[in-house]
């Protein structure tokens, strides 16, 4: 069993930058994969990053990349999201996700946290 805890969200005006955090407790975070999808009202969950267990290979969602940034520290127990160049579209829901064994993806992984609010003004 695992469990997720985002914190970092807020509220920010366009062009400025946040860094999620999403502290894992249980056991084996190294074993896991992990993740941040967004959720903004009215719209589809949107997968926005994803990184390897070793923390050492990662993947992004076209409008993030080169915005955003996924790290994981398998010391800390602890997956971060530097976002950056923020934009009024990315206003959502930010949920971490870990999936033991397999890329985290948009609805198919094993753990999710309650999600952290994130509004980006004009």
């Known amino acids: 069993q695992v469990q997720l805890v985002e914190s970092g969200g807020g509220l920010v005006q366009a062009g400025g930058s946040l860094r999620l955090s999403c502290a894992a407790s249980?056991?084996?975070?190294?074993?896991?994969?992990m993740g941040w999808l967004r959720q903004a009202p009215g719209k589809e969950r949107e997968l926005v990053a994803g990184?390897?267990?070793?923390?050492?290979?990662?993947y992004y969602g076209d409008s993030v990349k080169g915005r955003f940034t996924i790290s994981k520290d398998n010391t800390k127990n602890t997956l971060y999201l530097q976002m950056n160049r923020l934009k009024p579209e990315d206003t959502a829901v930010y949920y971490c996700?870990?999936?033991?064994?397999?890329?985290?993806?948009?609805?198919?992984?094993?753990?999710w946290g309650q999600g952290t609010k994130v509004t980006v003004s004009s």
């Open positions: 996700a870990a999936r033991r064994g397999m890329i985290v993806t948009r609805n198919s992984n094993d753990y």
């Open positions: 990184i390897n267990a070793a923390g050492t290979n990662t």
């Open positions: 249980g056991r084996a975070f190294s074993d896991y994969y």
